[in-house]
């Protein structure tokens, strides 16, 4: 098994850093397709057929499948199986946060040693004892986890922008997350099992927060519909195009509601493909 | 339909505050109980007859239903089900967070109009937008949030008690939290739909947070088994008893581990009611 760190910056050399945000509500999805649990399975593996061989990874978003109860939760796992098998990296977007035997029990939950997913975002407001069991089974298992800094949002500053000292609270956070993934660095890249979400709508903190965290992967959202350009996320990345994936979601999924979906979510992720590596 | 703030007040001062934290690892039940989903959904249903008579509430912890996949989530709908029928408010600790419709899924996923689940605990770390879309769905369908504040866990400081000016992190939070439930207050309580979190083990921090949230229930962890005592969670009370609740799970799930730990479930949440009462 490959350490996480190497596996993804292999995928995103090989292919693209595009990271495609699996975002199915039951209520948006396109002409022909059932507004349930079936609809959303079949418009999953749709989008990932239609987008395996340009994208590095998916990021499944928990909330529109829990949204369907446990029906949507065993879509959850078929697709997350689905999208493994068609070589992809698979990141459960859950933001998953708790302390002690119970982190452990999420931990277990998504990035056991079978799990078909790869990585888990997690939100850090406990601090490491909601970070710790996460990385325990990273170590073990060759898994992943992104830790939300700055996240794309508009009110994301009013916490994470908070002025503590010299520095924001993102700040004071991008400095322990890397810290947190030093001892757990990759075998071909010096890059960390703990990775960090960083929004691509705020560019300047991006370019910044690259220098706080030199070990840490980023995955950036806001590309895309949230009005982050390839120029902006251009920042994320390390020499060599390393160290960054960029999620999009509607801007992908949703880029035909017609028949032609699939098409058009493919030519959607070839063009941002093609965007960030004109912008590099 | 009553407002959250409301219910949960009647439902504490009929019975008592004591809220039943159901935290089932598949492999730690009690004797006699096979460790799948089998066994947690005739733990927890188990555990819900026999504290039912005392407790005001129970808070399933989802993190122990995903550890068992899709099947683990068919009995955390089935147990809230089963919860809600005995008369229990029902409190979803799953501290989901997100954004914009992402949010909104998360909302629509547990606080819709016909869910057995009256609250969800929710994680701040993404500001105000990963908070508006549950508040909508709290006021339509008078359900209620926890917003994590102050946590119980030993590293709870390292994000929340960062200073920034005169206040530390978690104290700039409180206010906030204050501020987004003053529009949504009970008929007969000052207490509105928007609680928070704030754990046993911090009681100075707990008094003073009582002062900078008036309006705000507060879901208390960290009786028990993690050290808080019953003098302890009394600083986050307002007069007459009203305003808080205090979770306690392995000290009363746990209580036994043997045939009788139905029996024992029940005396350890009578003897929890009776030591708030005696310290309040």
New interface residues.
């Given amino acids: 098994m490959t350490h996480f760190a190497d596996a993804i910056t292999a995928a995103a050399l090989a292919k693209s850093p595009v990271c495609v945000g699996l ?1 199915p ?1 039951p209520d948006k999805l396109p002409e022909g397709l059932s507004a349930d649990a079936a609809g959303v399975k079949e418009f999953c593996e749709g989008i990932i057929d239609a987008t395996a061989s340009v994208a590095c990874a998916v990021k499944p ?1 928990l ?2 499948f ?2 369907l ?3 949507g ?2 879509v ?2 078929e697709i997350c199986d689905y999208a493994k098998k068609k070589g992809l990296i698979v990141i459960a977007d859950g ?9 452990a ?2 931990a ?3 990035l056991h040693e079978l799990s078909p997913i790869d990585a888990l975002t997690v ?8 970070v710790t069991p996460f990385i325990e089974r990273c170590d073990k298992n060759n898994k992943g986890i992104f830790v ?1 800094v700055k ?10 922008d ?4 010299d520095e924001a ?1 993102h700040e ?2 991008a400095q ?1 997350v890397d810290s947190w993934g030093l001892a757990h660095l990759g075998k071909t890249v010096d890059l960390s099992s703990v990775g960090a979400v960083v929004g691509a709508t705020y560019p300047e903190e991006l370019k910044y927060l690259r220098t706080l965290m030199p070990h840490a992967l980023f995955l950036i959202p806001g590309y895309g519909a949230q009005g982050g350009t390839a120029k902006d996320v251009s920042h994320g990345f390390l020499e060599g195009g390393k160290g960054a994936i960029v999620a999009a979601s509607r801007s992908i999924i949703y880029a035909s509601k017609g028949k032609d979906w699939k098409e058009a979510a493919g030519k959607a992720a070839t063009k941002m493909a093609e965007d960030i590596e004109k912008n590099s």
Avoid at 95 to 103: E, Q
Avoid at 162 to 165: A, N
């Fill in positions: 975002d509500h978003q909330a529109y829990e949204l109860g446990w029906e939760m065993k959850f796992w933001k998953r946060n708790d302390i002690g035997p119970t982190c029990a999420y277990d939950a998504y939100s850090p407001y406990l601090g490491s004892d909601g939300l996240t794309s949002n508009d009110s994301s500053g009013e916490l994470q908070l002025p503590t000292g609270v004071h956070l322990l």
